[in-house]
């Protein structure tokens, strides 16, 4: 087993394991077949931890099905895993194309289309061992929720060995007693390799059409360069992400030339 984690290292180029795959390996996670719930703060490497699950199921022959909330995530996870494509000759792959389901060891794909693909055909599933259930966390939301329920429904009646991934989740010993007593790998935020820090932007007060440009300006204040802003659609992604593009244009040029900035 040190030696598959020494290799599997060495494939990523990683110098060491971090704490989630620790915890984990000292729970068994590459010892056993039992189902896995593996809660840590983002960027403190859950989708490693499940790399050396899904490297051991390769290994031993099996294959992995990778189920995220969404295309754009189908897309990165396949950039992700290409390493084992280019270094092992391992087929990652989505839903594309025909023999995808027949003949990928690693196959990355939406909640909905598993549900949907495992209905049509169940003998597809069949096929493979290992699913890995990425932002497990939308188990909850009042939209995709009840498609990811029934997603592990589904994984459960097909025996698949659940890992399960999420940054946060709510009442983890219920789920994992229903994931068939589910080991519980919990890593606390301190152990966050960057720290977040929180603050609250003041605009309630400034009126709607000047909002957006006092985000701007707190942001330029803080001077902690890159920024990430999440936004509810996609339509708002691209308005904030123009608007700030101008605002730094315009207001902060030595910014802009510097490439501090990256649209969209």
């Known amino acids: 087993m040190v030696d598959m984690i020494s290799e599997l290292l060495e494939l990523k180029e990683y110098n060491s394991l971090r704490p989630p795959q620790e915890k984990a390996i000292e729970r068994g996670l590459l010892e056993n077949t039992k189902n896995y719930i593996i809660i840590a703060p983002t960027s403190t490497g859950k989708t490693f931890t499940a790399e050396l699950a899904m490297y051991k199921t390769l290994k031993s022959g099996g294959r992995v ?3 995220v909330p969404s295309k754009a995530l189908v897309t990165e996870k ?3 895993f290409k390493y084992l494509e280019e270094k092992k000759d391992y087929y990652v792959t989505d839903t594309k194309g025909d023999d995808a389901w ?7 794909t939406t909640f909905e289309r598993f549900f949907f693909e495992t209905l049509k055909n169940p003998v597809r599933t069949q096929g493979f061992n290992l699913a ?8 909850y939301d009042k939209f995709r929720g009840f498609i990811l329920e029934k997603s592990l429904i589904l994984s459960k009646e097909f025996d698949l060995r659940l890992i399960c991934l999420s940054a946060t989740f709510e009442d983890k010993e219920e789920v994992a007693e229903w994931l068939g007593n589910a080991i519980l790998v919990t890593i606390p935020e301190d152990d966050r390799e960057i720290k977040l820090d929180e603050e609250v932007i003041p605009v309630y007060d400034v009126p709607a059409k000047k909002r957006q440009q006092e985000i701007y300006t707190h942001l330029i204040k803080l001077k902690n360069h890159p920024y990430l802003i999440f936004c509810n659609t996609k339509p ?3 308005s904030r992400a123009k608007g700030m593009k101008e605002y730094i244009r315009t207001h902060h040029p030595e910014i802009f030339r510097g ?5 969209g």
Do not use: R, W
Request: charged share 20%; with cysteine; net charge negative.
């Open 65 to 67: 099905l990778y189920l």
């Open 78 to 80: 396949i950039s992700d």
């Open 102 to 108: 027949d003949k990928a060891h690693i196959l990355v």
């Open 132 to 139: 890995i259930i990425d932002e497990f966390h939308l188990l």
């Open 236 to 238: 708002n992604c691209l």
């Open 259 to 263: 490439k501090h900035y990256t649209g």
